[in-house]
C-alpha cells in the first residue's frame, strides 16, 4: 500500500495520527491536505532503543495531533510542528 491510499485509509478508519520513521513522507505527501496527523521520528535507526529513548516525547507530540498535521521529533527529543494548524 502507498503512503498516500494508508493515511487516506487510516483517516477514513478514525485514526487522528500515524507514527512513522519515514524522513521522506513529509516531501511525498501535500501536508496540507493530510487526512491525519504524521508524527515523524527522526532518530539514527528505527530499533527499539532509539525510540524507547524518546518515549516521553513521543507520548507529548501525540498531544499536538489534534492541532498539526505534521510533527517530528528528533534524536535529542527536541518536537517540531510544521504545516498549517489544523482549524
Given at each position: 500500500?502507498?503512503?498516500?491510499?494508508?493515511?487516506?485509509?487510516?483517516?477514513n478508519?478514525?485514526?487522528?495520527?500515524?507514527?512513522?520513521?519515514?524522513?521522506?513522507?513529509?516531501?511525498?505527501?501535500?501536508?496540507?491536505?493530510?487526512?491525519?496527523?504524521?508524527?515523524?521520528?527522526?532518530?539514527?535507526?528505527?530499533?527499539?532503543?532509539?525510540?524507547?529513548?524518546?518515549?516521553?516525547?513521543?507520548?507529548?507530540?501525540?498531544?499536538?495531533?489534534?492541532?498539526?498535521?505534521?510533527?517530528?521529533?528528533?534524536?535529542?527529543?527536541r518536537?517540531?510542528?510544521?504545516?498549517?494548524?489544523?482549524?
Open positions: 500500500m502507498s503512503n498516500g491510499h494508508l493515511l487516506a485509509e487510516a483517516g478508519a478514525g485514526f487522528a495520527a500515524m507514527i512513522t520513521v519515514d524522513k521522506k513522507i513529509k516531501y511525498e505527501q501535500n501536508l496540507d491536505e493530510l487526512p491525519l496527523t504524521v508524527i515523524e521520528i527522526d532518530t539514527p535507526d528505527s530499533r527499539l532503543p532509539a525510540i524507547a529513548a524518546i518515549a516521553q516525547q513521543l507520548n507529548q507530540a501525540i498531544t499536538y495531533a489534534a492541532q498539526f498535521r505534521f510533527v517530528s521529533i528528533d534524536q535529542d527529543g518536537i517540531v510542528t510544521a504545516a498549517e494548524r489544523i482549524s
